[in-house]
């Protein structure tokens, strides 16, 4: 039996889960004050604050952190790299204090993990971070050459539903072909081959969808001649499109499930909306289905929204002619962590060096 401690740091959070194996033992969400997290001048400058509110929270639990035999932290704004469960080096950690890529806190999971792992002696590894990039050659190109697609967004998810159907089906994630579409406070279509995310509607670079805080594919022209109106700064544009964007400029909310509740109540805006949403993701996955050739053994549907049937059953109805639909709702981040660092402990998988 393998018994990891999992650490995902969150802006005003940190959620910390206690794993034997693949079962739950205990999950907790550490929440911080803003008045706390402003404190610090960066981001960096909250480990030690965050491993004491963690070990605290070990201490008050009577849980042993020498129990442990492996430390998972959620990774960072890394340089682009291949999937899979990497290994918390030097050359890793020195990037992510650096925060050439950003200032995040997911920037201090790996940090956290390290610093756990070293002092009761085991191993500490952080698991499909945001910025996996495995896009073929071809997916790169957009059309202006000072400007490459990139993949930036749900990898940790995607791929842990991807193995899940694969497990479920008898067959491993490397033999598959999926098209996984994540539907939370952001929205991405990944098309899965061989064990790769080969291409995707990248949630955190403005492709695809539209999603509840993100406008994504804009009218390029459009969008240009917003920009130099003169009715916007910067700041302004970049919440239009980012945090301001998608169901909050339409409705005023984030929340699909408010949305839901509008559309119950005949609000013939709100029905529109959420129509053109699930419209949207749909062309998503009927393009994502031309990447394959139209070969394409499932299509998953996760993510918090896919909690809601109306709308997973309303996309079933445009693209169960490509594929069947799974839908596994939710993003459980910290079984994923667990799983990825379980396959290297098994032996399933050898960790890769950053």
């Known amino acids: 039996m393998i018994r990891s401690l999992i650490i995902n740091p969150g802006s005003t959070s940190t959620k910390v889960g206690i794993f034997e194996d693949e079962t739950l033992i205990k999950e907790e969400t550490l929440r911080h004050s803003t008045e706390e997290i402003e404190s610090y001048p960066s981001v960096i400058d909250q480990k030690d604050f965050r491993k004491n509110i963690i070990l605290d929270f070990l201490k008050d639990n009577d849980i042993d952190v020498k ?26 950690l020195e990037d992510l204090r650096k925060a050439e890529r950003g200032q995040h806190a997911s920037n201090l999971g790996a940090i956290l993990a390290r610093e756990i792992g070293d002092s009761i002696g085991v191993p500490s590894y952080i698991v499909d971070p945001v910025v996996v990039d495995e896009l073929e050659p071809v997916a790169r190109l957009s ?19 991807a193995r899940r159907y694969a497990r479920e089906i008898g067959r491993k994630y490397e033999d598959i072909s999926v098209i996984v579409v994540h539907m939370g406070g952001g929205t991405s279509t990944g098309v899965h081959k061989n064990g790769r995310m080969i291409d995707v509607y ?37 919440k239009k499109v980012h945090g301001g964007g998608g169901l909050n400029a339409y409705l005023g909310t ?11 109540n005949g609000d013939e805006k709100a029905i529109l909306v959420r129509d053109a949403f699930i419209y949207q993701i749909c062309k998503n996955i009927g393009a994502s289905a031309a990447v ?9 549907l996760t993510g918090g929204i896919a909690y809601g049937k ?11 002619w490509i594929a069947p639909v799974t839908v596994y709702p939710g993003e459980d981040e910290l079984l994923a962590l667990a799983q990825g660092a379980l396959r290297v402990m098994n032996g399933e998988e050898q960790a890769k060096i950053y």
């Open 143 to 161: 059309g202006v050459p000072e400007i490459e697609r990139i993949s930036i967004d749900h990898p940790l998810n995607q791929k842990a539903v």
């Open 310 to 320: 109306v709308i997973t059953d309303a996309i079933k109805d445009r693209v169960e």
């Open 292 to 300: 394959l050739k139209g070969k394409v053994d499932q299509i998953i």
């Open 67 to 92: 129990s442990f035999n492996v430390i998972v932290g959620r990774g960072g704004l890394l340089r682009p790299i291949p999937g899979g469960t990497y290994e918390c080096s030097d050359n890793l």
């Open 202 to 238: 990248s949630a955190l670079n403005g492709d695809g969808a539209f999603s509840p805080e993100r406008a994504n594919a804009l009218p390029p022209l459009s969008l240009i001649e917003m920009c130099y109106s003169g009715k916007y700064t910067e700041e302004e544009m970049y």
């Open 254 to 264: 984030n929340d699909m499930r408010e949305v839901n509740a509008m559309c119950d």
